[in-house]
């Protein structure tokens, strides 16, 4: 064995975990104690005590452990994921001008494809079985090509959702060769590879957009926006889409970190959902992480880690830090009126909820984020018997949420093929993917010049408390909490329509 892991995927044939801890995520979210969890085909067959399994069974043991539906991440970009850790210090102004104003067009198919590949990988690792692929450096049908070739390639669960930021959204989609795209890879992808269509909305009065909503619609794709976040998209970008009757079920709205009360009523009232990155709101700037309001509106919620170029990917930091946010908003709102908060509303099962269940609910999968007889076999273990974190298990959702890492992950199942199995990953070749991801290094390093490059990666403080302007905005359209824009992406908006 090299220094990566076993090549051979495992044949597929039924797998019991045997006599763990099982968080189910059913309607009543019951935890089986000293419980199987068996895996026939695609689907979990049984969930109970002492199982009786086919012949030929692989039997894992999951005694100590704790056995739970694989994860959902509702956004990331993983094409960025190549360029891991590279932003650390960045606000989300630093983002946009990297990506958006200056060398996100330096990415070729082949450094999508690498960034996708990384990630997804990446997301297996930690017990993310599906992720949604918030897909916005696509400027060519190639680059798509590429993100799907990619996604294909690793034996998880995602959803491609198309963007492309180097252009408006009334442009690309209006493109015959990406909606010809999205027909074709669609029909053939299966069941593990879903799609839908990624861009947001400025508050432009014209509405641009709505010929990107509209496509959406016809081809019958749900829509994924990042709404409410500072200096990019409002409240006017939720009213917009509200009164051209665009806000749907399955429009997921991600962030909403810093939108107002009617725009929160607005995506209840349509059942919307939140995708929440609470590490990306919390360092970036987009507001504050919004489950302390959405949670008071019934809004469905769900996780995600938004981008590598920051963060990692594993929903573990997404749990700690949503809970973290959520009571520390709560106590800070306490504090402010005098009072003090000697009950937690957010519960560590919750988020444990939004990390499985509340994903497959905003994807419209009923058959994911739970365990229970008839679901997709969808599975994480997490269990590390050289940890002394592995005991006592008191509390297993508390477990899940403050304790457990991705390093606890010990087997994940997707599809009901076993894809990590005593913490290794099964079927990758990490030294080839080394190589992929090292020659989109060097292409970006290349391109940017060595000075650049680290400059953009430590960028330095101005002088003094020296404020300086937003040199990125979406278009030319100043909106109520922007000042002092200078740049432009797409050029005016409504042209190319
Ligand atoms: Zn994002």
Redesign the pocket.
């Known amino acids: 064995m090299s220094d990566s892991v076993a090549t051979t995927p495992m044949t597929p044939r039924p797998t019991v975990l045997r006599g763990g801890t099982v968080l189910t995520m059913d309607d009543r979210h019951s935890v089986l104690a000293g419980a199987d969890v068996l895996v026939v085909d695609d689907r979990v067959a049984a969930v109970g005590t002492a199982l009786d399994v086919p012949e030929g069974t692989l039997e894992i043991d999951a005694s100590g452990g704790i056995v739970m539906p694989g994860m959902i991440d509702t956004?990331r970009?993983m094409w960025q994921t190549a360029m891991r850790g590279y932003g650390a210090d960045w606000t989300l102004t630093q983002y946009f001008v990297w990506y958006y104003l200056e060398h996100g067009k330096a990415f070729r198919p082949q450094d999508v494809y690498a960034g996708n590949l990384l990630s997804a990988w990446d997301a297996l690792e930690a017990g993310v079985t599906t992720t949604v692929d918030?897909s916005h450096g696509l400027q060519t049908v190639d680059h798509a090509e590429a993100a799907a070739d990619a996604l294909q390639e690793v034996p998880g669960r995602f959803v491609l959702a198309y963007g492309n930021i180097q252009a408006g959204p009334w442009e690309w989609t209006a493109d015959k060769a990406v909606q010809s795209f999205l027909q074709r890879r669609r029909a053939s992808a299966g069941d593990l590879l879903g799609f839908q269509l990624a861009f947001d909305v400025t508050g432009d009065p014209s509405f641009p957009e709505r010929a990107a909503f509209e496509v959406a619609r016809d081809l019958g794709l749900a829509v994924t926006t990042?709404a409410g976040v500072w200096g990019a998209t409002n409240d006017a970008g939720i009213r917009l889409m509200f009164d051209n009757g665009f806000m749907t079920p399955e429009t997921v709205y991600?962030h909403a970190a810093s939108l107002t009360t009617d725009s929160y009523q607005r995506i209840a009232a349509t059942g919307g959902s939140v995708s929440v990155?609470t590490e990306?709101e919390q360092s970036a700037g987009q507001g504050y992480p919004a489950t302390w309001q959405v949670r008071r509106y019934d809004i469905p919620v769900s996780l995600s880690m938004?981008?590598s170029v920051w963060w990692s990917g594993d929903l573990f930091s997404a749990m700690r830090t949503t809970l973290g946010a959520d009571r520390s908003r709560e106590h800070l709102e306490a504090h402010a009126r005098g009072d003090t908060v000697t009950h937690v509303h957010l519960r560590a099962e919750h988020v444990v909820d939004w990390a499985t269940r509340g994903g497959a609910r905003v994807l419209g999968r009923g058959d994911l984020g739970r365990l229970e007889p008839g679901a997709k076999a969808d599975v994480v273990l997490i269990k590390n018997d050289r940890s002394p974190v592995s005991f006592p298990l008191l509390n297993p959702y508390g477990h899940v949420a403050f304790q457990a890492q991705r390093g606890d992950v010990h087997t994940v199942i997707v599809d009901g093929r076993v894809v990590k199995h005593e913490h290794r990953l099964v079927g990758v070749d990490l030294a080839a993917l080394r190589r992929t991801v090292d020659a989109t290094v060097e292409h970006l390093r290349s391109d940017l010049g060595e000075e650049q490059w680290d400059k953009d990666m430590f960028p330095d403080l101005p002088e003094g408390d020296e404020v300086l302007d937003n040199p990125y905005q979406y278009t030319e359209y100043k909106s109520d909490t922007t000042r002092g824009a200078r740049g432009t992406v797409f050029g005016e908006p409504g042209a190319g329509r």
Request: aromatic fraction near 12%; hydrophobic fraction near 20%.
């Open positions: 956004h970009h918030w990042h991600v990155s990306s938004d981008t």
